[in-house]
C-alpha cells in the first residue's frame, strides 16, 4: 500500500483494504488506522459490509457463544477505574467470598441447556498465587471439565508463576481471559495498581502452558482511536485466539461513571477494524452491547463479530439468551460453534508495519514481541 493508496477516496481504500485482507494478506498500522478515523456514515456502512465479508470468508456462518459464572464478587484490591469490583469504589455491586462448586455446575447446565459451549469462571481478585484457594480452584474446574457440560473457561487475573499456569492446565483449562483493556500507553489511565506488562507476563505463561488465550479490551475509557487500533495490533502480535470487546457501560461510584458513552455507529466500526487487523480471531462483544448499541445490537455480526457472550455479565444485566438466539436465527447464522477456531488462530508475530500474507499456521510457542 502507497501513500497514494492511503489518499484514495475511502470508498477505494476500503476495498482495496478489504480484498487485502480476504487475499490473505495484512493491514500495516497506518493503514488501519486511516480506518478508525472514517466519519462518514456511507464510509461506515462500506467498511462493515467488507467486515462482513471477512467474517464470512474465514468464520463461515458459525457464532461461538459463551457465559461466565462470577465465582468471588466485589473488594478487588486493584483500582481498574471502570470496574464497580474494585474496593476503591463505593457502588451497588455485590460482594462475596468464594462460592462452593454447586453455582458453578448450576452454569454449566444452564449453558448447555441455552447452546452455550464455554464457561468462564470469573473472580474479582489481584490474581492467584499457590495456597489453598488455588487448589479449590483446580478441584471446581476440575469437576467442570468432568460434567461435560460446558468447556472449562476461567478469567482470575494476574499468574505469578509458570507453576500456576501449568496447574490450571492440569487441572482441565482450556482458554484464560486476560484482558490488555487498552492500549500500553493509555493503561496507566486505567488502571495504577498493577501495570501492563505484568498483564502480558501474565499471557506469556500461559501460553508457555499452552492455554488458549481470550484477551480483548473495553472502549469507551477516554482512549484515543489511535489506542484502540494499538490495542488490536497488540493483539495480533500477541496471537491470542479470541479478543473480547467490551463497551464501557458507565457505572455510578467509578471514577469512569461519568464517561460519555460511545455512539453506536462508533463501536461498530472499531469492531469492524478489528476484524480487517485480526482476521482470523473470534471476535466477541462481551459487556456493555445492550446498553450501547440498543437496536443496533445485530450489527454486530455485519462488523465482522464472531462470537458472543449471552447472559448476564458480572454486574450489568444483559438480553435474555432466547432474544439472541432469535436474532442469530434471523440472520441466518449459526450458534452451533465449539472450536474457536483454536487450529487457525496462532500466526508469527509480525512488526505492524508488516504487509506480508498471512501464511500458515505458526510453530508453538509463538514469539511474543511488546
Ligand atoms: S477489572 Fe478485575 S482486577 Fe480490575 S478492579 Fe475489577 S475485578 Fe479487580
Not at 21 to 36: H, I, M, N, P, Q
Not at 78 to 91: D, I, K
Request: hydrophobic residues 40%; glycine residues 8%.
Amino acid at each position: 500500500m502507497t501513500e497514494t493508496a492511503l489518499d484514495a477516496n475511502p470508498h477505494d481504500l476500503i476495498a482495496s483494504l478489504g480484498q487485502r485482507v480476504l487475499d490473505g494478506g495484512r493491514l500495516a498500522r497506518a493503514e488501519a488506522e486511516a480506518l478508525f478515523q472514517l466519519e462518514d456514515r456511507a464510509d461506515i456502512f462500506d467498511l462493515l459490509s467488507w467486515a462482513n465479508r471477512i467474517r464470512e470468508q474465514f468464520k463461515g456462518n458459525k457464532i461461538h457463544l459463551c457465559s461466565i459464572v462470577n465465582i468471588k464478587a466485589g473488594g478487588c484490591s486493584e483500582n481498574c477505574r471502570f470496574c464497580s469490583q474494585s474496593a476503591a469504589y463505593q457502588t451497588e455491586s455485590p460482594r462475596y467470598g468464594l462460592v462452593d462448586a454447586a453455582p458453578i455446575l448450576a452454569a454449566a447446565d444452564e449453558a448447555q441447556s441455552n447452546g452455550v459451549t464455554a464457561l468462564g469462571v470469573v473472580a474479582a481478585w489481584r490474581g492467584l498465587e499457590e495456597g489453598p484457594v488455588l487448589d479449590a480452584l483446580c478441584d471446581r474446574l476440575a469437576e467442570l471439565k468432568a460434567g461435560g457440560k460446558a468447556r472449562p473457561d476461567a478469567s482470575l487475573g494476574i499468574i505469578k508463576s509458570q507453576h500456576i499456569a501449568d496447574r490450571l492446565k492440569a487441572a482441565g483449562l482450556e482458554c484464560y481471559n486476560h484482558n490488555l483493556e487498552t492500549s500500553r500507553r493509555f493503561f496507566p489511565e486505567v488502571c495504577t495498581t498493577h501495570s501492563y506488562d505484568e498483564r502480558l507476563q501474565t499471557i506469556r505463561h500461559l501460553q508457555q502452558a499452552d492455554i488458549k488465550i481470550c484477551s480483548g479490551g473495553i472502549l469507551g475509557l477516554g482512549e484515543t482511536r489511535e489506542d484502540r487500533c494499538a490495542l488490536a495490533f497488540a493483539l495480533r502480535d500477541l496471537g491470542v485466539h479470541v479478543v473480547p470487546i467490551n463497551i464501557l457501560n458507565p457505572i455510578p461510584g467509578t471514577p469512569f461513571g461519568d464517561r460519555e458513552p460511545l455512539a453506536p455507529l462508533e463501536i461498530l466500526k472499531t469492531i469492524a477494524c478489528f476484524r480487517f487487523i485480526l482476521p482470523k480471531q473470534e471476535i466477541m462483544i462481551a459487556g456493555g452491547r445492550t446498553a450501547n448499541l440498543r437496536d443496533l445490537q445485530s450489527l454486530i455480526f455485519m462488523a465482522g463479530a464472531s462470537a458472543l457472550m449471552v447472559g448476564n455479565y458480572l454486574t450489568t444485566l444483559n438480553q435474555p439468551v432466547e432474544k439472541d438466539l432469535q436474532m442469530l436465527q434471523d440472520l441466518g447464522l449459526d450458534p452451533g460453534w465449539d472450536k474457536h477456531g483454536f487450529f487457525d488462530q496462532r500466526e508469527p508475530s509480525a512488526s505492524p508495519e508488516s504487509q506480508a500474507p498471512v501464511g500458515l499456521p505458526a510453530p508453538l510457542p509463538v514469539a511474543i514481541d511488546d
